[in-house]
């Protein structure tokens, strides 16, 4: 069964740093981009950053200078460091990916708390 699977939320308090994991898993035989969103409570899920295959990145105005997205190929991971947090970065955060299934096929992972608070 093919997934994604996150890790690394928590609470912060605001000027802290987390680091977020997602690991792609199953029967795979390609990774296309793979992405960040966030949903804060009452609002819309927005893109905070995405990753090409061949390490092209782009980010929310929001989170410029602050966040910082990378991958490993080899293990099928993606990572988005998170310095500076604010408590309007609080949110879930979710991993999205495009996989090749073979057919590209777009996942979503189950989501990752992040609290930023004093």
């Known amino acids: 069964q093919v997934q994604l699977v996150e890790s690394g939320g928590g609470l912060v308090q605001p000027g802290g740093s987390l680091r977020l994991s997602c690991a792609a898993s199953?029967?795979?035989?390609?990774?296309?981009?793979m992405a960040w969103y966030r949903q804060a409570p009452g609002k819309q899920r927005e893109l905070v950053a995405g990753i090409t295959w061949g390490g092209s990145t782009n980010y929310a105005d929001s989170v410029k200078g602050r966040f910082s997205i990378s991958r490993d190929n080899a293990k099928r991971t993606v990572y988005l460091q998170m310095n500076s947090l604010q408590p309007e970065d609080t949110a879930v955060y979710y991993c999205?990916?495009?996989?090749?299934?073979?057919?590209?096929?777009?996942?979503w992972g189950q989501g990752t708390q992040v609290t930023v608070s004093s």
């Open positions: 199953g029967s795979i035989f390609n990774i296309y981009t």
């Open positions: 999205n990916a495009d996989l090749g299934v073979p057919a590209r096929t777009n996942y």
